[in-house]
């Protein structure tokens, strides 16, 4: 990753937070504790997990520049198979309930920590391997997974209380890059293809992407689309395939909404999020 885009980087981070604070402080203290669109999380419980999170980031960043990517005292890599929100689910309930009314706070504080540590990373920095519950990871690699905390749980909050929310044009890049590490992870294997499916994606602005995804029973690979056909096709925006791809959009209601459109095969278009589930 060169410095221009580490540096991208890095302001894509520090804009997405303060945008969020700003639409965060709009908010009302009844709207505060509605549900956002993460099944079983109010919208406190998603900033008071956002606020953790970037605490947690920022001291294993540090402890990466140290020279140590082991876990932090209290904390393990996930299990084979472990679905991440399994252990944050509670524990942002958790920081909830004792941040009480500081959550806005504590969030925007745990942001100015994590920009200033960001700012202070050497060209040599980057590369240094950092603690990850998933493995260790380069802190440029790490830093990518903040963004799409960021972004996501954004949209999360947001879409509860407007349907027509949208990624914002400047994190798509950033997010494209991760979604090849995502999908290997969110892929559940379990439905029985006695052939291969193919999706095809024709995605043509503000970043392009036209790629066949071919399902068999346990595995899938990712190849630029060709001339066979494809079995369903979609068709959308940048941010809607973010958003279909990170686990964000079901494929019939994104139909309805007009997120989506699809040609081929519903049903084996539907059998899209069975494969590739959100968490």
């Given at each position: 990753?060169?410095s221009n885009s580490t540096t991208n980087l890095v302001e894509t981070i520090i ?113 240094k391997p950092c603690f990850h519950r998933r493995g260790v990871l380069p802190i ?130 539907k059998n899209f999020n069975l494969w590739f589930k959100g968490f």
């Amino acid at each position: 990753m060169s410095s221009n885009s580490t540096t991208n980087l890095v302001e894509t981070i520090i804009a997405e937070a303060s945008n969020l604070k700003a639409f965060l402080e709009t908010l009302d203290s009844q709207t505060w504790q509605s549900d956002s669109s993460s099944e079983g999380w109010t919208i406190e419980d998603v900033v008071a997990h956002l606020a953790g999170s970037a605490v947690g980031w920022s001291i294993n960043i540090k402890r990466a520049v140290a020279g140590d990517s082991g876990p932090p005292e209290g904390q393990s890599f996930l299990a084979s198979g472990e679905r991440a929100s399994h252990p944050s689910g509670p524990a942002a309930r958790e920081s909830r309930q004792e941040s009480g009314a500081q959550i806005l706070e504590d969030f925007i504080a745990g942001h100015l920590r994590l920009r200033k540590v960001l700012e202070d990373l050497s060209v040599e920095d980057w590369e240094k391997p950092c603690f990850h519950r998933r493995g260790v990871l380069p802190i440029k690699a790490f830093l990518t997974i903040q963004l799409q905390e960021l972004v996501l749980h954004g949209w999360d909050i947001r879409w509860s209380l407007d349907s027509a929310a949208e990624l914002s044009p400047g994190s798509l890049v950033g997010l494209s890059d991760l979604v090849p590490r995502w999908i290997r992870t969110a892929f559940t294997p379990g439905l029985d293809l006695p052939v291969p499916v193919r999706y095809r994606f024709e995605v043509s602005s503000p970043l392009a992407v036209h790629n066949d995804l071919i399902v068999t029973d346990d595995t899938f690979i990712i190849e630029p689309s060709g001339t066979q056909a494809a079995d369903a096709t979609f068709r959308c925006d940048t941010g809607n395939y973010m958003l279909l791809m990170f686990g964000r959009l079901q494929v019939a209601p994104a139909i309805a909404d007009g997120r989506l459109s699809v040609e081929g095969s519903l049903k084996q278009a539907k059998n899209f999020n069975l494969w590739f589930k959100g968490f």
